[in-house]
């Protein structure tokens, strides 16, 4: 692989593809395995996009890997939960396209390239009480990787959020996290743990960060690790999409921007479009986020948008019927010590724990804490139309707090002091100090304490059925000794509370494409050799967060589909 520091005036290649993130370099992989001269553009200065972020998680049914934890899954399954969770809100076909094709996406990769998977022992789809879900075998989890591997190239992946490390750099994921708590109860959490930081102290000598990526980092180090062996790819960092193709007709060129130089590009099979969505545009987030401030948004800076505008202008149009324009979580914000504002997703270390509870202004609850974080993202904007609930407050007692931490505060219950004093963190002595503190409703956050606790007694939660389902259960505390896993007493002072902010986490609704993942112009008939993967393309879930993953997977299967098709419409 070349990178490109400076663009010639002009160049020619089999494929382009817009945007370095997850889905884009899985194109230009595939691309690249197939043979294709292939140029890699990013518009900002590193690889990985919001997928380098991520939990790194590709909900893909059907693989090789789902046997070895779920050998009853079928792929008639996955339909028949995809068509009741998702209904009308998105193509059927496009959904059958990526359940026709994952698996041997899957398969070619880890056969030909330096991804590899391993399936979560149990990760259920979120909708966990429709027909056809399943508790594990479809979300697959990429192996921890070695970034030394990398050399030079190790700079090129985009660092991970600084709030998800631990001592100065060290990425970590469920596996790590659940052995470092418990590594003084067990010699396997002892040794796992111990080896995991005399790691990361040899890499600190060498390098900025940890070397031993894990999660999204992991998916994105192993992609880039598979492009750097192919000598038909070139990757051209902080450079911009300028012009697609002429005004009218198939799309053979762009003009590209690198260092103030315009660069066209002759383009023989296809423009894969993968720059991530509208999510950072400001006139569609006016349009299509309504309230949703960009400041509580957890993603990439690169997702700018301009790629979608161009596509436009080409003809392409956005697809319809979704059920939300976006993917959703609640977020808390803190500002760090550079001015920058730390962006942390709730997605399941805490809010759905026993002794937490989300209460509004009027200190009363209006969600269910174990939903989904889409689903809980939602219920804040709805709840918000008839009662101050944005920003929400997440509220435990002291007891939750040192077991489980609170968004960026730590397990332990200690170190809180700086969180107390940037009002990060709110405590107080009782109910009352605590509400007063974040201007709530007193009675109303004690009365509502006071009802969850008494459903902690029964294991029961009447108004919203916090713990009925296997997805809430399963990101709850089964060893906490309560009837229920996610139901807790709220009885040990102090009293804590964080703000949350509904966040929106990557874009759902995007270009209409058919399940070659051709764009689609407004005659609804494709766009010769313009394509569109991950958050540029319409979800195919159609705005409903129905599994883990479900936004790298397709993403990675439809890179495929694209690339396969542009090489073809390359050799024809």
Same mark, same amino acid.
């Given at each position: 692989?070349?990178?490109? *520091?400076?663009?010639?005036?002009?160049?020619?290649?089999?494929?382009?593809?817009?945007?370095?993130?997850?889905?884009?370099?899985? =194109?230009?992989?595939?691309?690249?395995?197939?043979?294709?001269?292939?140029?890699?553009?990013?518009? $900002?200065?590193?690889?990985?996009?919001? !997928?380098?972020?991520?939990?790194? !998680?590709?909900?893909?049914?059907?693989?090789?890997?789902?046997?070895?934890?779920?050998? =009853?899954?079928?792929?008639? =399954?996955?339909?028949?939960?995809?068509?009741?969770?998702?209904?009308?809100?998105?193509?059927?076909?496009?959904?059958?396209?990526?359940?026709?094709?994952?698996?041997?996406?899957?398969?070619?990769?880890?056969? %030909?390239?330096?991804?590899?998977?391993?399936?979560?022992?149990?990760?259920?789809? @979120?909708?966990?009480?429709?027909?056809?879900?399943?508790?594990? &075998?479809?979300? #697959?989890?990429?192996?921890?990787?070695d970034g030394r591997l990398?050399?030079?190239?190790?700079? #090129?992946?985009?660092?991970?959020?600084?709030?998800?490390?631990?001592?100065?750099?060290?990425?970590? +994921?469920?596996?790590?996290?659940?052995?470092?708590? &418990?590594?003084?109860?067990s010699w396997a959490s002892? %040794?796992?743990?111990?080896?995991?930081?005399?790691?990361?102290?040899?890499?600190? #000598?060498?390098?900025?960060?940890?070397?031993?990526?894990?999660?999204?980092?992991?998916?994105?180090?192993?992609?880039? @690790?598979?492009?750097?062996?192919?000598?038909?790819?070139?990757?051209?960092?902080? !450079?911009?999409?300028?012009?697609?193709?002429?005004? +009218?007709?198939?799309?053979?060129?762009?003009?590209?921007? %690198?260092?103030?130089?315009?660069? *066209?590009?002759?383009?023989?099979?296809?423009?894969?479009?993968?720059?991530?969505?509208?999510?950072?545009?400001?006139?569609?987030?006016?349009?299509?986020?309504? &309230?949703?401030?960009?400041?509580?948004?957890?993603?990439?800076?690169?997702?700018?948008g301009v790629a979608l /505008?161009?596509?436009?202008?080409?003809?392409?149009?956005?697809?319809?019927?979704?059920?939300?324009?976006?993917?959703?979580?609640?977020?808390?914000?803190?500002?760090?010590?550079? &001015?920058?504002?730390?962006?942390?997703?709730?997605?399941?270390?805490?809010?759905?724990?026993?002794?937490?509870?989300?209460?509004?202004?009027?200190?009363?609850?209006?969600?269910? /804490?174990?939903?989904?974080?889409?689903?809980?993202?939602?219920?804040?904007?709805?709840?918000?139309?008839?009662?101050?609930?944005?920003?929400?407050?997440?509220?435990?007692?002291?007891?939750?707090?040192?077991?489980?931490?609170?968004?960026?505060?730590?397990?332990?219950?200690?170190?809180?002091?700086?969180?107390?004093?940037?009002?990060?963190?709110?405590?107080?002595?009782? #109910?009352? /100090?605590?509400?007063?503190?974040?201007?709530? +409703?007193?009675?109303?956050?004690?009365?509502?304490?006071?009802?969850?606790?008494?459903?902690?007694? $029964?294991?029961?939660?009447?108004?919203?059925?916090?713990?009925?389902?296997?997805?809430? %259960?399963?990101?709850?505390?089964?060893?906490?000794?309560?009837?229920?896993?996610?139901?807790?007493?709220?009885?040990? =002072?102090?009293?804590?509370?964080?703000?949350?902010?509904?966040?929106?986490?990557?874009?759902?609704?995007?270009?209409?494409?058919? !399940?070659?993942?051709?764009?689609?112009?407004?005659?609804?008939?494709?766009?010769?050799?313009?394509?569109?993967?991950?958050?540029?393309?319409?979800?195919?879930?159609?705005?409903? @967060?129905?599994?883990?993953?479900?936004?790298?997977?397709?993403?990675?299967?439809?890179?495929?589909?694209?690339?396969?098709?542009?090489?073809?419409?390359?050799?024809?």
């Amino acid at each position: 692989m070349e990178v490109l *520091t400076t663009l010639p005036a002009t160049a020619g290649y089999d494929v382009v593809v817009i945007g370095a993130g997850g889905a884009g370099m899985s =194109a230009a992989l595939f691309a690249a395995m197939d043979g294709a001269r292939v140029l890699l553009v990013e518009h $900002t200065q590193y690889v990985g996009g919001t !997928t380098a972020w991520s939990a790194g !998680t590709t909900w893909v049914p059907g693989t090789h890997h789902a046997a070895k934890v779920n050998p =009853a899954d079928t792929l008639q =399954a996955a339909r028949t939960y995809l068509d009741a969770a998702i209904g009308n809100h998105a193509a059927p076909a496009m959904r059958q396209a990526f359940l026709d094709h994952g698996a041997a996406a899957v398969k070619r990769l880890e056969a %030909q390239s330096d991804l590899q998977y391993r399936p979560y022992p149990k990760h259920p789809d @979120y909708i966990s009480d429709l027909p056809g879900s399943t508790l594990n &075998g479809r979300a #697959l989890e990429p192996l921890p990787f070695d970034g030394r591997l990398l050399g030079d190239l190790f700079g #090129l992946i985009r660092p991970p959020i600084p709030e998800f490390t631990v001592l100065g750099g060290m990425m970590v +994921d469920r596996t790590d996290i659940n052995h470092l708590l &418990g590594m003084t109860g067990s010699w396997a959490s002892f %040794q796992h743990s111990v080896r995991i930081i005399l790691r990361h102290a040899a890499d600190r #000598l060498r390098y900025p960060r940890g070397t031993r990526l894990v999660m999204g980092n992991a998916l994105i180090a192993r992609l880039l @690790y598979s492009l750097s062996k192919r000598p038909n790819v070139t990757l051209a960092l902080n !450079t911009s999409l300028e012009q697609l193709g002429d005004a +009218d007709g198939p799309v053979h060129s762009v003009v590209l921007r %690198q260092n103030g130089k315009l660069c *066209t590009v002759q383009v023989k099979g296809g423009v894969v479009l993968a720059s991530g969505g509208f999510n950072r545009n400001a006139a569609e987030r006016q349009k299509r986020l309504p &309230g949703g401030n960009e400041a509580w948004c957890p993603g990439a800076p690169g997702h700018t948008g301009v790629a979608l /505008e161009l596509a436009r202008q080409h003809g392409a149009h956005f697809a319809t019927g979704g059920k939300s324009d976006a993917f959703w979580a609640p977020v808390s914000l803190r500002k760090r010590a550079d &001015g920058s504002t730390a962006v942390f997703p709730h997605f399941v270390m805490d809010r759905a724990k026993p002794g937490f509870i989300t209460v509004n202004q009027a200190g009363k609850r209006f969600v269910n /804490e174990s939903t989904s974080y889409h689903l809980f993202g939602l219920a804040m904007q709805e709840a918000h139309k008839t009662s101050p609930s944005v920003p929400a407050y997440l509220v435990c007692d002291a007891e939750a707090l040192r077991k489980y931490g609170v968004g960026m505060v730590r397990p332990g219950g200690k170190g809180l002091a700086p969180f107390l004093a940037d009002g990060y963190l709110t405590e107080g002595a009782t #109910l009352e /100090e605590l509400a007063a503190k974040l201007g709530v +409703d007193a009675q109303g956050l004690v009365a509502s304490v006071q009802q969850i606790n008494r459903y902690a007694e $029964t294991g029961v939660d009447p108004d919203f059925g916090r713990g009925v389902t296997a997805y809430q %259960q399963n990101i709850g505390d089964a060893t906490a000794g309560h009837k229920n896993p996610n139901l807790g007493p709220i009885a040990t =002072a102090p009293f804590y509370a964080v703000k949350l902010y509904p966040g929106d986490i990557g874009a759902s609704t995007g270009l209409a494409t058919d !399940t070659q993942a051709q764009v689609l112009g407004d005659d609804d008939q494709p766009i010769g050799g313009l394509y569109a993967v991950g958050n540029d393309m319409h979800s195919i879930m159609g705005g409903v @967060y129905t599994a883990p993953g479900i936004t790298i997977g397709p993403g990675l299967v439809f890179g495929c589909i694209a690339a396969q098709h542009a090489v073809a419409r390359a050799r024809s």
